[in-house]
């Protein structure tokens, strides 16, 4: 038994030699090698041979070792060439796919024999050998792209080449076969997982940017960029993707190819619409289309951080600084708000990216007067339409509306979640709300269309206030019932009319000029600016003569106040045959009459026969000055011009002047009724158990001592402003964060 053990294992022994003389490289199996191989592993299978367990293991350690000593020259010598990179890694790929691929029959049949085995792994162990050269390296690295990328511009020009000659055709071609060669070279010896893919997805990426950006950016809001991106990707792209995979042995995943191209569509969707952002809030709701782009991109990639980032710094360039104007702020401030809500519906971005907006907005003097302008227009706007959509006043809102909800016990959070309705998202009420919330309540408003009505009634001469009427009304349902003052200063305007035609039917005899006089109820009006000046003389001793006599018998238990620089007047001047009208105040008129008797007189004596300084003297002069009425021929020296030196402005046309506002700039108040509080104060820290007071406690107190006008914009910083004064003119004591009586 033993001799025949030792009889069996040498027959075994020799049929293993034969089988490695047969299998080993640089040995290619043929057909009949391969029939004759099986035939052997049959052998020695009968001879109970281990050869199952051990063929993958030897076959793999002995190519491996073929490879470092004989194949692997031929790349070093391919190195050593002076090439550029691209050539020689085309050469390498070349010289591998010839010279490994035509072992694939060795290793199918080692494949068939040890089931642990796979040709993969030889493929591996040859990636790990070369590139182990570090100039192997390099070469793979700065090829790579260019390789895919030589094969896209091919691949599309194959698809369109009706515009190409026969020259340029040929060489396309000769390009597609030459990039299909390499290419399915690469898939066979599965290096295109380990070492192409990642620049398969480069070159994708900086295509997909490419047709993006060429095509869409800085172009029209008005159309979806999202639908022709896509409609490229399907016809271009992934036919290209189809070509690159179709020599795998698996068939490639291509719904999987077309989610990550499809992020990397949006990711630069996103990226080129956040870029435009600013430009698409201007064109809203214009361009809307782009905003439905954006909103679906956020839907599928994370970028709201980068889109508040992008917009907080377009509008610290671009809107705020002092020189935009105000109302171009506001309009691109309700176009936020009604972008940002349609894009994030729970407010978080508006909130982010508006907060130094509304904060600047603030601070601007003239933010509430452009508010309350747009809400007055005689043409449609967007903050109107969100007034007369309102039900209620605009500053419930801002009081927690939950906690008044009857069906409180439900209440659940808004939903983070980012959805696809392409509704509008917030509604006009929602943006004139939001503006108007910017102060929090109602009074500042208010005071402000006081001024704002009583500037454009003082500077009217009709009496018909309809309009005015409908746009008080339509106020009151966003402002309340608070805006009573305003419909008494309508009021007055009517009663002026009924007045003034009792007074002048009265009159002995009519004056030689056309005369309307507003009289108004001083306690319900704005504080109107009171400058003691001298008009027109004829004018002035008519109405505190004969006209304000008989309105002591129309009114027995009332008595006027001329306030002669408010108004308007309408007048001609007619110099040497030419006729120039213009619209102008009391003062510019009474200026210009002075010119009647003299044709020359000094800006001093002017000023003093009006009863203005010199300064505002020299200004209202320099009116008829750059009009052409008037010259200085020398310093302080002004003349009326003759003849063809008259040259005004805009000849035959109406010429109206930039009046001054009536009303007490609000600032002016403020400051004069602060001053008047001083009394207050000290009374306030004698009375305090601690003789001292805090800043934030004056401030809350002045809030409600003062008019509501001015408590309405009153901030700790302009109280804290003023008690500083107070201590340097040594009525108070700053010391331990707390302000004291000082010591007399």
């Excluded at 601007?364 to 039900?391: H, M, P, Q, W």
């Excluded at 500077?459 to 009427?469: C, G, H, P």
Aim: hydrophobic fraction near 40%.
């Amino acid at each position: 038994n033993e001799y025949k053990s030792y009889l069996r294992l040498m027959e075994a022994v020799e049929t293993w030699k034969k089988f490695v003389d047969c299998l080993s490289p640089p040995s290619i199996l043929t057909p009949e090698l391969k029939t004759h191989c099986k035939d052997l592993v049959e052998e020695l299978q009968r001879l109970k041979f281990p050869i199952q367990k051990c063929i993958g293991s030897w076959y793999r350690i002995k190519f491996r070792h073929y490879f470092k000593n004989s194949l692997y020259g031929g790349i070093i010598e391919i190195l050593q060439q002076q090439d550029n990179d691209f050539v020689v890694f085309e050469r390498i790929i070349t010289f591998l796919g010839k010279n490994v691929l035509q072992y694939l029959i060795n290793f199918h049949t080692v494949e068939e024999i040890d089931s642990t085995f796979s040709k993969q792994l030889i493929y591996q162990d040859i990636l790990v050998i070369i590139l182990e050269n570090q100039r192997v390296t390099e070469v793979f690295e700065s090829s790579c792209v260019k390789l895919y990328k030589i094969g896209f511009d091919a691949y599309e020009k194959s698809q369109n080449c009706e515009d190409l000659s026969a020259k340029e055709r040929q060489e396309n071609e000769d390009r597609l076969k030459n990039f299909n060669k390499i290419n399915q070279y690469m898939c066979c010896l599965h290096l295109f997982e380990d070492i192409a893919y990642d620049a398969v997805l480069h070159v994708l990426n900086s295509q997909i940017r490419e047709f993006i950006i060429q095509n869409f950016q800085g172009q029209s809001f008005e159309t979806s960029v999202i639908y022709p991106t896509f409609s490229w990707l399907e016809t271009s792209v992934i036919p290209y993707i189809q070509t690159l995979t179709h020599h795998f042995v698996c068939p490639p995943n291509i719904s999987l190819w077309k989610k990550r191209l499809k992020y990397l569509c949006y990711k630069t969707i996103s990226e080129i619409r956040i870029a435009d952002l600013f430009e698409i809030l201007v064109d809203y709701p214009d361009s809307h289309a782009a905003v439905l782009d954006l909103k679906k991109c956020l839907s599928y990639i994370q970028c709201s951080t980068s889109l508040i980032r992008s917009l907080q710094v377009a509008f610290k360039e671009r809107l705020l600084n002092p020189g935009v104007n105000t109302d171009d702020i506001i309009t691109q401030y309700a176009s936020a708000i009604k972008v940002l809500k349609f894009l994030d519906p729970t407010g978080v971005t508006l909130q982010k990216v508006c907060l130094p907006l509304r904060t600047y907005l603030k601070e601007r003097e003239d933010t509430i007067k452009c508010i309350l302008i747009s809400l007055v227009s005689k043409e449609a706007n967007e903050l109107i339409r969100g007034l007369t959509e309102t039900s209620g006043n605009l500053f419930k809102g801002n009081e927690d509306s939950d906690l008044e909800d009857d069906d409180w016990m439900n209440w659940v959070p808004p939903s983070k979640e980012i959805t696809l309705d392409t509704r509008v998202g917030a509604g006009a009420q929602d943006t004139i709300t939001t503006l108007c919330s910017i102060y929090g309540n109602a009074d500042v408003f208010i005071s402000e269309y006081r001024n704002l009505i009583a500037d454009k009634l003082l500077t009217t001469n009709s009496y018909d206030l309809k309009y005015e009427m409908q746009n008080l009304e339509l106020l009151k349902s966003g402002f309340g019932d608070d805006l009573s003052k305003c419909k008494i200063m309508l009021q007055d305007i009517s009663d002026s009319y009924r007045t003034h035609n009792l007074i002048m039917n009265k009159l002995t005899g009519k004056p030689p000029f056309q005369l309307s006089v507003l009289m108004i109820s001083h306690v319900f009006w704005p504080n109107l600016r009171a400058d003691e000046i001298e008009v027109y003389k004829p004018l002035q001793e008519f109405l505190e003569g004969e006209y304000q006599q008989r309105y002591s018998e129309v009114k027995q238990s009332r008595t006027l106040e001329w306030k002669y620089n408010l108004g308007f007047v309408e007048l001609e001047l007619e110099i040497e045959g030419k006729t120039l009208p213009f619209t102008v105040s009391p003062v510019q008129a009474t200026i210009i009459s002075l010119f009647e008797d003299e044709e020359k007189h000094n800006a001093d004596d002017i000023g003093n026969a009006i009863g203005l300084p010199l300064v505002q003297t020299r200004k209202k002069l320099a009116f008829w000055v750059t009009n052409g009425i008037l010259s200085e021929t020398s310093h302080d020296m002004y003349e009326l011009r003759k003849g063809d030196d008259i040259t005004p402005l805009k000849s035959g046309v109406m010429v109206m002047e930039d009046m001054d506002s009536a009303m007490v700039k609000i600032k002016e108040v403020r400051e004069e009724e602060l001053e008047g509080a001083t009394t207050f104060v000290i009374g306030l820290i004698k009375t305090s158990k601690t003789g001292d007071v805090t800043l934030e406690r004056v401030h809350k107190l002045l809030a409600m001592l003062l008019s509501d006008s001015v408590a309405g914009q009153l901030t700790v910083e302009e109280v804290k402003k003023f008690l500083d004064k107070k201590v340097k003119q040594n009525m108070l004591v700053f010391s331990g964060g707390v302000y004291k009586k000082a010591k007399a």
